[in-house]
C-alpha cells in the first residue's frame, strides 16, 4: 500500500488524467494546427488554471539521444510508471554496440535454424531511422553479421515508413540501402528485398483495429503473392506514379520477382527476425507467426521457421517466445500500485489508442490489476482526415457516465486526434481534430465538477503542432515544387503541456515547473492528488499545496 500523504488528505471526488495524443507546445504559429484551431476549452484552462510544460522527448523518456522525438510507447510507459526507463531504441543500439546481441541464445538460434534448415533469414520491419518503431542500422548490424557467420541467403521485406520521417522519404532509405547489399554481396552471399509495402497498408496495424492488413502483409511477405516489380525502388516510382499523392505509409504492397517468380517467399526452414522493436504494432503478425491455432485469417500456408521478435513484446503473453533483446523491465507502475492500495480505476480511449491506457500504461502488460476498468470505443476504419473527430464525443460520453457512477477514483483516458490525424499531413483536419478534444473536454469538465473531482490534461508527445517539414538550411518551412508546403506527419520534439483543473480545493493546489520536469512526474503527481505518497521509485511530485 501506498503511504498517506501528510500534506494533502486527497480531493474528495475523482482524478482524471487526460492524455491529447499528439498535443506538443510550439512557440511558432507557422503549420502549427493546435494554435490555428478553436479551442475555446483549452484556452480558458491555459488562461485560468495551474498549467507547466513536461518534456516528452530524447533522454527525459528513455530515448537514446535528445534528437530523438517521443513516441506514444515511451510517452505511456513513463507517464504509467513514473520512470524513466532505456527504452527498446536504446537497448537495441547499445546490444548491438557491445556485441551482447549476438552472444544472446536467441540471435544463435536464428543462426543455427536457418544453417539447419534452408540457409536463409528473413528480416521484416519498418524501414527508416524513424526510431520510434525500429532503426535501419540494427538491420544493417544483423545483416553484416548474418554474412560473417556464414549465412547464405538473406531476404528483406521493407515496410515504408512516412509517418517517423519525411512522408515521400522511402527512396531515401530504398536507394543508399541498395548500395549497401551491393557492397556485401557475393557469390556466396545473396541479399535483396523481397518485399514490401507502406506500414499503414500492410503488416503493422495494432490492437486488433485491423487484421486485413495483417493478411496483406502475411500474402505479401510469406506467400510471395501481389502485384510484382523488379525492385524495390522500381515499385516504389511505379506504385506514386499510379497512384498520385498516396503518401509512403499508405502505398500498396508490392512483391520483388524475376521471371514472374517471387524472391523471397518464406519457407519451411527458413528463419525470419522481425526488427522492430515497439510492441504494439508488432504483435499481431507475430502471432500470424507463432500460433499453431490462428483463426485471424487463412494463412494458406504456415511455414515452419525459427522465430524471433527484435524484444518481447508481451511479456504477459510471452510474444514472441524467442527475442534478441530483453525488454525494459518496467516494474511498480502506478496502475499495480493504486491497485494495491486499494484505488480504483478506469481506462478508456478509442482502438487505435486503447492499449496505449491499458498495455503501454501498465509497462507493457496485457493483463490487468485488481481493481481496474477498461472500456474500449471501436475505431473507425478510414483515413483519419476524413473522420478528424474520430470517436472524442463517444470517449467523452463513457467518461462521463464512468465518472456519473461515482465508481472510479482514478480514470485515464487518451484522445487519438492530435496525433492520428497529425499522421495524416493534413493542416486544416488536423485543426478539426483539435476542436474535436476541446469540445469534449468542455463536456467533460463540468462533470469532474459536479463529482467534486480534478483533472489533468496533458500530452504523451507532439504532432500535430508541426504540420510541416522545416528545412533543414534555411530553417523556414519546406517547400513543394509548387510552392506548397510541404506536410509533416512525424511527432515533434516540443514539450507538452500539464494543466490541473481544479474548482473543489479552493485554490489550495498548484504545480510546480521543476528544471527537468517531464512525464515521469506525473504519477507521482496524481498520487498525492488522492491523498497518497508516491512509491519510491518514482519521480517527484509536481504538486504544491498551500
Ligand atoms: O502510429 C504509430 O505507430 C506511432 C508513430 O510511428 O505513433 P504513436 O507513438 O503516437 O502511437
Ligand atoms: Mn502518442
Ligand atoms: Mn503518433
Not at 39 to 51: E, I, N, S, V, W
Not at 355 to 366: A, D, E, K, P
Amino acid at each position: 500500500m501506498l503511504k498517506k500523504f501528510a500534506a494533502f488528505a486527497g480531493v474528495k471526488g475523482p482524478v482524471l488524467t487526460i492524455v491529447m495524443d499528439g498535443y506538443g507546445l510550439s512557440n511558432s504559429e507557422v503549420g502549427n494546427a493546435i494554435a490555428a484551431a478553436r479551442k475555446p476549452t483549452l484556452d480558458r484552462l491555459f488562461a485560468d488554471y495551474p498549467h507547466i510544460q513536461l518534456r516528452a522527448h530524447g533522454t527525459a523518456v528513455g530515448m537514446p539521444s535528445d534528437d530523438d522525438m517521443g513516441n506514444s510507447e515511451v510517452g505511456h510507459n513513463a507517464i504509467g510508471s513514473g520512470q524513466v526507463y532505456s527504452q527498446g531504441a536504446a537497448l537495441v543500439a547499445n546490444a548491438i554496440a557491445s556485441g551482447a546481441i549476438w552472444q544472446g541464445e536467441a540471435w544463435k538460434q536464428i543462426i543455427a535454424g536457418a544453417k539447419a534448415g534452408s540457409g536463409c533469414i528473413h528480416f521484416i520491419g519498418l524501414f527508416s531511422d524513424g526510431n520510434v518503431h525500429s532503426h535501419i542500422d540494427h538491420l544493417k548490424a544483423m545483416i553484416v553479421r548474418a554474412k560473417q557467420e556464414g549465412i547464405k541467403a538473406v531476404r528483406v521485406h521493407v515496410l515504408l515508413d512516412g509517418r517517423d520521417v519525411p512522408e515521400t522519404s522511402a527512396l531515401d532509405y530504398i536507394e543508399p540501402f541498395e548500395a549497401f547489399l551491393s557492397e556485401l554481396r557475393s557469390g556466396d552471399f545473396d541479399v535483396q528485398i523481397a518485399s514490401g509495402g507502406g506500414r499503414m497498408k500492410i503488416t503493422m496495424d495494432r490492437y486488433d483495429a485491423n487484421w486485413r492488413m495483417v493478411e496483406e502483409g502475411w500474402k505479401t511477405h510469406v506467400l510471395g503473392e501481389g502485384t510484382q516489380y523488379a525492385s524495390a525502388a522500381e515499385a516504389v516510382k511505379a506504385l506514386r506514379a499510379e497512384f498520385p499523392g498516396v503518401i509512403d505509409q499508405d502505398l500498396p504492397a508490392f512483391v520483388i520477382a524475376r521471371d514472374g517468380k517471387p524472391v523471397g517467399p518464406i519457407v519451411d526452414g527458413d528463419a525470419v527476425v522481425f526488427y522492430n522493436f515497439r510492441g504494439d504494432r508488432a504483435i499481431e503478425i507475430t502471432r500470424a507467426f507463432e500460433e499453431t491455432d490462428f483463426d485471424k485469417f487463412d494463412r494458406k500456408r504456415m511455414p515452419k521457421v525459427t522465430y524471433a521478435g527484435m524484444l518481447q513484446y508481451d511479456g504477459d503473453l510471452q510474444l514472441p517466445k524467442r527475442f534478441l533483446v530483453d525488454p525494459p523491465a518496467i516494474q511498480d507502475t502506478m496502475g499495480e500500485w493504486f491497485s494495491k492500495s486499494g484505488i480504483t480505476q478506469f481506462a478508456c480511449s478509442e482502438t487505435q489508442k486503447f492499449g496505449h491506457v491499458t498495455y503501454f500504461w501498465n509497462g507493457n502488460r496485457s493483463g490487468k490489476f485488481a481493481g481496474e476498468t477498461y472500456l474500449e470505443v471501436p475505431s473507425d476504419r478510414v483515413p483519419f482526415e476524413q473522420r478528424p473527430w474520430m470517436k472524442s464525443a463517444e470517449i467523452a460520453d463513457a467518461l462521463i457516465d464512468a465518472l456519473r457512477s461515482g465508481k472510479y477514483q482514478a480514470l485515464r483516458c487518451n484522445f487519438a486526434n492530435g496525433d492520428m490525424v497529425g499522421h495524416t499531413g493534413n493542416f486544416r483536419a488536423a485543426t478539426m481534430a483539435v476542436e474535436a478534444v476541446d469540445l469534449a473536454l468542455s463536456r467533460i469538465l463540468p462533470v469532474v465538477d459536479a463529482m467534486g473531482g480534478v483533472a489533468l490534461v496533458t500530452a504523451d508527445h507532439g504532432n500535430a503542432d508541426e504540420m510541416y517539414e522545416t528545412d533543414k538550411k534555411t530553417k523556414e518551412p519546406a517547400r513543394n515544387k509548387d510552392g506548397s508546403f510541404k506536410a509533416k506527419t512525424a511527432h515533434t520534439l516540443n514539450p507538452v503541456p500539464f494543466i490541473l483543473y481544479d474548482n473543489v480545493t479552493g485554490g489550495r493546489l498548484g504545480l510546480r515547473q521543476l528544471p527537468n520536469a517531464g512525464l515521469s512526474n506525473i504519477a507521482a503527481t496524481i498520487a498525492n492528488l488522492l491523498g497518497l505518497e508516491k512509491h519510491a521509485k518514482w519521480d517527484e511530485s509536481l504538486l504544491t499545496v498551500k
